[in-house]
């Protein structure tokens, strides 16, 4: 990266003046690393960063997450800069589900309804009928008529976990996130055995043998607020474990343990695309611009449709 940009302390003090200076609000996941995280105007699971960047009044947004979540703050606000620090930080799950594929999908089953959860491209929103994140899906599911036929995509393991939690039976899209399916169930048993009076938290993302164990499954800030008042003192976390800085400063005294992934030489469960940010690139996105989100006028108008509908809920 270019050797004149500014290290340290002085990076710090040189994104506060640029925030300033753009009017900018910075948005930042969960799963991002700790020092993008603490320097957020605001952090949240995507519902709640879906719902910041509607409501905010600040002239540009920095959006610190991956591709579909900055897409989502354009969708929401087409007068507003969008800008993400990576251009390449997208999601497996968005990656999985081409919106063509998706239509040609819901073409074979005219009469189902099409809930896709927030992890996909803005052109597969515009396919859907309604959207929803991990934290609002079951009321989304049960927000559709009984008997209505019902395509989910493009995650297959939340929509199974969907089944099972409200009875109603999807066909599945076969989508999987690259970090959720990773995760070791023999290594979260060790953990298990080890930690007996643990309890187990899982985000719907992760496969059903691994779910089948969890004591809490919920979206990151589910999992993050069931710590704070569960009453357990050791947790055994099944998600991506840059949320375990938040749990951390909001109750030091508890114990957090990361269930490692299956990799190769290497058990990191980190998302690889959330960790393609980086201060410096915040820096460059601020200072420059760019990159920017941009989208067909069309294609945003059919996106907010069903994102519309979501937010209806509540
Ligand atoms: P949340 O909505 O629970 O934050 O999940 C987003 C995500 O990408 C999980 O992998
Ligand atoms: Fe996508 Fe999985 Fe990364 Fe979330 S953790 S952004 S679902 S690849």
């Known amino acids: 990266m270019n050797a004149t940009l500014p290290t340290g302390d002085e990076l710090l003090d040189a994104i506060e003046r640029l925030r300033k200076e753009r009017n900018a609000v910075i948005l930042g996941h969960y799963y991002q690393d700790p020092e993008i995280q603490d320097l957020s105007d605001f952090i949240g699971d995507s519902l709640q960063l879906a719902k910041a960047a509607r409501d905010t009044d600040a002239d540009v947004i920095l959006f610190c997450g991956v591709h579909f979540m900055a897409e989502t703050a354009k969708i929401l606000n087409p007068d507003r800069i969008v800008l993400v620090p990576d251009m390449d930080a997208g999601c497996s799950l ?19 309804v ?7 491209t803005a052109a597969t929103k515009a396919q859907s009928d309604i959207i929803c994140t991990s934290s609002n899906a079951v009321r989304v599911v049960q927000s559709i008529p009984e008997g209505t036929p019902i395509l989910f995509a ?5 929509g199974a976990y969907l089944v099972r939690q409200t009875g109603r039976p999807m066909d599945l899209w076969q989508g999987t996130c690259i970090v959720h399916e990773t995760f070791s169930e023999r290594a979260l048993l060790d ?5 007996p009076d643990a309890k187990v938290i899982a985000h719907p993302e992760c496969e059903p043998p691994l779910l089948a164990h ?20 050791t947790f055994i976390v099944a998600t991506e474990p840059g949320i375990i800085h938040q749990m951390t400063k909001a109750r030091p005294d508890l114990t957090y343990l990361p269930v490692p992934g299956t990799g190769e030489g290497c058990n990191c469960n980190e998302c690889p695309f959330m960790r393609l940010n980086t201060l410096q690139k915040i820096y460059l996105a601020l200072r420059d611009l760019a990159p920017r989100i941009e989208m067909d006028e069309a294609t945003r108008q059919a996106a907010l449709v069903p994102l519309e509908r979501m937010m209806a809920l509540g």
């Open 214 to 233: 969890a004591d809490f499954v919920g979206s990151t800030s589910a999992l993050l607020n069931y710590t704070q008042t569960s009453g357990a003192q």
């Open 114 to 120: 099409v809930v896709s959860y927030i992890n996909c």
């Open 94 to 112: 968005a990656d999985a589900c081409p919106a063509e594929e998706l239509a040609a999908w819901k073409a074979e089953h005219p009469d189902h």
């Open 191 to 195: 953990l298990m055995v080890r930690h």
């Open 154 to 158: 493009p995650d297959r393991n939340l």
